[in-house]
């Protein structure tokens, strides 16, 4: 698989057959995602998986903000990884203050950066994702005893798809695109 044909080819996966994505193949996922770019190479991003039933449950239940197309998926996913970053170095300078108008919004910029990279990782193993941004982030973060220097960005259920969804549409290039004219005046 080539990269153009990763990145058009992965979709957001939302039934997953029962079987478990094994360690090895995690591992493997997770050593490519580590080559994603970071801010000044801080590799923030972390990688919690988790499968016990109840956990995921509780979360699918309780935690999902209302938003009724999460429950299933997170339930029925084999597997589940929280995507978290380490707070305080992305944006910021040694002495804690901020390098940049944005803030610690780098964090979540990397974190975004690495959870791409892991779902086109996991999509050359046959393994498909879906990143979740609709949940209760800190009530995850105390079910799943997460860190306190960390904070859960995204969650993202996996395992080998029982679907292939087609592409949702995307807007065109010209929507998109437009090359700054150099010739002020
Ligand atoms: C930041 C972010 C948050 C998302 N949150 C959810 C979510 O909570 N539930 C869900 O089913 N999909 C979620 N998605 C997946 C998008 O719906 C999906 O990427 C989009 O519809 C395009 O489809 P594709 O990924 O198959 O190309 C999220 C995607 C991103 C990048």
Request: proline share 4%.
């Amino acid at each position: 698989m080539n990269t153009l044909e990763a990145i058009t080819g992965r979709r957001s996966i939302r039934k997953f057959k029962p079987e478990k994505v094994d360690r090895e193949t995690i591992e493997k996922i997770v050593a490519a995602a580590a080559y994603a770019p970071s801010w000044k190479n801080t590799q923030v991003t972390r990688y919690h998986v988790f499968d016990d039933q109840t956990i995921k449950d509780t979360i699918a239940n309780n935690y999902t903000l209302g938003f009724a197309y999460n429950v299933g998926t997170i339930s029925h996913a084999p597997q589940v990884v929280a995507i978290t970053a380490v707070k305080g170095r992305s944006g910021v300078e040694k002495d804690g203050s901020y390098t940049t108008n944005k803030g610690d919004a780098w964090l979540m910029f990397d974190a975004g950066a690495a959870t791409q990279t892991f779902c086109l990782a996991a999509y050359e193993y046959g393994v498909g994702s879906v990143i979740m941004g609709i949940f209760d982030a800190e009530k995850v973060a105390q079910l799943l005893r997460i860190p306190e220097n960390e904070v859960v960005v995204a969650l993202v259920p996996i395992g080998y798809p029982d679907e292939s969804p087609d592409a949702p549409r995307r807007k065109s290039v010209a929507d998109l695109l437009s090359f700054v004219n150099d010739q002020r005046g």
